[in-house]
């Protein structure tokens, strides 16, 4: 008469067994995506390149710059062609806000073939390239964000926000081969970084709220 209790319980054991298997299983969809917690940032210069279109067109863009923009010194050495045709200039084709729950991020896309240069920092006014006006941003600070090797087909009408760390963006063609932008921050001189990304080829400045 103890038996059928024995397999009873050998049974129930299983059962356990396999209700545990199951939770522990890596692949679940109930763990962390850690992207969304990844909130490091800084205040420091920080300067770039990146390869537009497909295929890649390596090589230095050919630009003049103005005398308050310094090229980062992080261009792509060019590859052996003709010297005297100037490498292809991409376009930012248009610029974004957008408010998430410890950033705010401000988007700059690109289209077209060419080696992009940028240099993203904080400066104490918002003095434009090229004319030296100064543009008014507003904000407790300034990120002055630099875009050489490129054109701009259309004008960039200015963004203003109310929510997030980003009060307002101002950005303009300052030359045949720059485009410059200001971005106003709410608070002040908040982390931030800068990314690339492809397919859709876009430059990322994510601000960070203080303390994140």
């Known amino acids: 008469m103890r038996r059928p209790r024995l397999i009873t319980l050998c049974?129930?054991?299983?059962?356990?067994?396999?209700?545990?298997?199951?939770?522990?299983?890596?692949?679940?969809?109930?763990a962390p995506n850690s992207s969304a917690v990844d909130n490091s940032g800084d205040a420091a210069t920080q300067t770039g390149t990146v390869q537009v279109g497909n295929p890649r067109i390596a090589g230095s863009p050919s630009i003049t710059l103005p005398p308050n923009i310094t090229l980062p010194p992080v261009i792509t050495p060019s590859i052996d062609t003709d010297t005297n045709s100037p490498s292809p200039l991409a376009e930012v084709t248009g610029v974004t806000t957008e408010h998430l729950f410890d950033r705010s991020r401000v988007t700059y896309q690109f289209d077209g073939n060419g080696t992009v240069?940028?240099?993203?920092?904080?400066?104490?006014?918002?003095?434009?390239?090229?004319?030296?006006?100064?543009?008014?941003?507003?904000?407790?600070?300034i990120i002055q964000v630099d875009i050489m090797g490129v054109t701009a087909p259309q004008p960039f009408p200015p963004i203003n926000a109310q929510d997030g760390t980003v009060m307002a963006v101002e950005t303009a063609s300052v030359s045949s081969s720059i485009v410059q932008s200001f971005i106003g921050t709410a608070t002040s001189r908040p982390g931030f970084r800068v990314t690339e990304t492809e397919s859709p080829d876009q430059l990322v400045v994510d601000i960070f709220f203080a303390g994140g």
């Not at 049974?11 to 109930?30: I, M, Y």
């Open 117 to 141: 240069a940028w240099k993203v920092e904080y400066v104490s006014e918002a003095v434009r390239g090229g004319d030296s006006k100064v543009v008014d941003v507003g904000g407790q600070s």
């Open 11 to 30: 049974s129930s054991l299983v059962c356990v067994a396999a209700l545990v298997g199951c939770q522990s299983n890596p692949g679940s969809s109930n």
